[in-house]
């Protein structure tokens, strides 16, 4: 059995009585004392305090150049437009394979003279191989051992600050790299619960210190990977491997926003990016399945692989979930799953099969809770 590895935060998520399970190839938290259900709520109310420094963090620098010839190299590998991205700027992509399915998805940030990328755990070896394949002969790619916090909810302003002024005035999707006690960090204002907040990336010699900062102040709890799904999955946003795979295209996921006019058909470098005749050819002519939202009526979630019914008896398996869960937040069940664009309609009643028995749910729309993103 390979060995579980450990983030810099391993050690005091032990003092913080964190219950730790595998994920991703790491030793996390999945709960502390608080509770699933208590540490969702926390989030949504004061500030929660994450430990994602099992992600990976990238920087791609120009070989010769500058970084415009970085973000033309990316754009053959992501179906985004990287070249339009302003300095000091962040944003949602994903690698793509030649049949138009989802490698991974990951952050993208325009640093000034360099790309800085954040992208999922168990895809980062992967990522960084297909990287260096693919476009390793025109930039340098360096890995940056760093750890990786997110300090999520309606507090986190008025908590951060309080360290880093200057964070303050960042806008959604800002980057930028600030001085501290605890060294020089990078931080974007971004997250992936749906809340207003930030990402900051530290040193591994001062992580456990920037924590403990940031745990001594009365709005913020320490917050586990069961509370983060709950919370994403309210904000309608994809955990790949789950919602969205190598046969996921961005198109089926719903995912067309991050696909700018710049590299969609007619636009100024259309296509050009693995698998782009098939996702453009979906732009035109829709993909046959879609992701969506589902409220299963009663207070059983229907959890991933629970295949989904256009008829309570018989008929036809019209789609599957890939996510479900209980929301705190909107105090009932949902779930996201795929399902044949004929049922893609909101409010169009779907069934999942439960333990042998189809039981009623209701396309919605996502997010299931608006986020607050600070605009």
Same mark, same amino acid.
């Given at each position: 059995?390979?060995?579980?590895?450990?983030?810099?935060?391993?050690?005091?998520?032990?003092?913080?009585?964190?219950?730790?399970?595998?994920?991703?190839?790491?030793?996390?938290?999945?709960?502390?004392?608080?509770?699933?259900?208590?540490?969702?709520?926390?989030?949504?109310?004061?500030?929660?305090?994450?430990?994602?420094?099992?992600?990976?963090?990238?920087?791609?620098?120009?070989?010769?150049?500058?970084? =415009?010839?970085?973000?033309? @190299? %990316?754009?053959?590998?992501?179906? &985004?437009?990287?070249? #339009? /991205? !302003?300095?000091?700027?962040?944003?949602?992509?994903?690698?793509?394979?030649?049949?138009?399915?989802?490698?991974?998805?990951?952050?993208?940030?325009?640093?000034?003279?360099?790309?800085?990328?954040?992208?999922?755990?168990?895809?980062?070896?992967?990522?960084?191989?297909?990287?260096?394949?693919?476009?390793?002969?025109?930039?340098?790619?360096?890995?940056?051992?760093?750890?990786?916090?997110?300090?999520?909810?309606?507090?986190?302003?008025?908590?951060?600050?309080?360290?880093?002024?200057?964070?303050?005035?960042?806008?959604?999707?800002?980057?930028?790299?600030?001085?501290?006690?605890?060294?020089?960090?990078?931080?974007?204002?971004?997250?992936?619960?749906?809340?207003?907040?930030?990402?900051?990336?530290?040193?591994?010699?001062?992580? =456990?210190?920037?924590?403990? @900062? %940031?745990?001594?102040?009365?709005? &913020?709890?320490?917050? #586990? /990977? !069961?509370?983060?799904?709950?919370?994403?999955?309210?904000?309608?946003?994809?955990?790949?491997?789950?919602?969205?795979?190598?046969?996921?295209?961005?198109?089926?996921?719903?995912?067309?926003?991050?696909?700018?006019?710049?590299?969609?058909?007619?636009?100024?470098?259309?296509?050009?990016?693995?698998?782009?005749?098939?996702?453009?050819?979906?732009?035109?002519?829709?993909?046959?399945?879609?992701?969506?939202?589902?409220?299963?009526?009663?207070?059983?979630?229907?959890?991933?692989?629970?295949?989904?019914?256009?008829?309570?008896?018989?008929?036809?398996?019209?789609?599957?979930?890939?996510?479900?869960?209980?929301?705190?937040?909107?105090?009932?069940?949902?779930?996201?799953?795929?399902?044949?664009?004929?049922?893609?309609?909101?409010?169009?009643?779907?069934?999942?099969?439960?333990?042998?028995?189809?039981?009623?749910?209701?396309?919605?729309?996502?997010?299931?809770?608006?986020?607050?993103?600070?605009?």
């Amino acid at each position: 059995m390979t060995e579980l590895k450990k983030t810099p935060l391993f050690e005091l998520h032990g003092e913080l009585g964190a219950r730790m399970v595998p994920f991703a190839g790491y030793e996390m938290p999945v709960q502390y004392a608080l509770g699933v259900m208590q540490e969702h709520n926390w989030t949504r109310e004061k500030a929660g305090l994450f430990d994602v420094s099992h992600m990976g963090q990238l920087i791609l620098s120009p070989k010769e150049g500058d970084v =415009a010839d970085v973000a033309l @190299a %990316l754009e053959m590998l992501v179906p &985004v437009d990287i070249a #339009g /991205l !302003g300095q000091g700027r962040q944003r949602y992509g994903f690698f793509t394979n030649d049949t138009g399915g989802i490698l991974d998805d990951l952050m993208i940030a325009n640093r000034g003279d360099h790309l800085f990328v954040v992208v999922n755990a168990a895809c980062k070896d992967a990522d960084e191989a297909h990287l260096r394949a693919a476009i390793g002969d025109r930039v340098e790619i360096e890995v940056a051992d760093r750890a990786l916090l997110a300090l999520q909810g309606p507090l986190a302003e008025e908590v951060f600050k309080r360290i880093v002024p200057e964070a303050a005035d960042m806008r959604f999707m800002d980057v930028i790299v600030a001085g501290s006690a605890f060294g020089e960090l990078w931080i974007s204002r971004s997250g992936y619960t749906g809340e207003d907040g930030y990402e900051i990336s530290v040193a591994n010699d001062q992580a =456990a210190a920037l924590t403990r @900062a %940031l745990l001594a102040f009365d709005e &913020v709890e320490a917050i #586990g /990977l !069961g509370a983060r799904d709950s919370l994403r999955l309210e904000a309608g946003l994809c955990l790949y491997g789950h919602d969205i795979d190598e046969g996921t295209t961005p198109i089926e996921a719903s995912l067309l926003w991050a696909i700018q006019k710049a590299r969609r058909s007619g636009g100024a470098r259309e296509g050009g990016f693995k698998g782009s005749d098939v996702i453009l050819g979906q732009i035109t002519d829709g993909a046959y399945r879609a992701r969506v939202g589902l409220l299963p009526e009663g207070r059983a979630p229907m959890r991933e692989g629970t295949p989904i019914f256009d008829s309570a008896e018989g008929g036809a398996q019209i789609g599957v979930v890939t996510s479900g869960a209980f929301g705190p937040t909107i105090g009932r069940p949902m779930s996201m799953g795929y399902v044949a664009k004929d049922f893609t309609s909101k409010g169009t009643t779907v069934w999942g099969e439960v333990r042998g028995k189809r039981l009623p749910a209701v396309i919605a729309d996502l997010p299931f809770r608006p986020s607050q993103f600070k605009k």
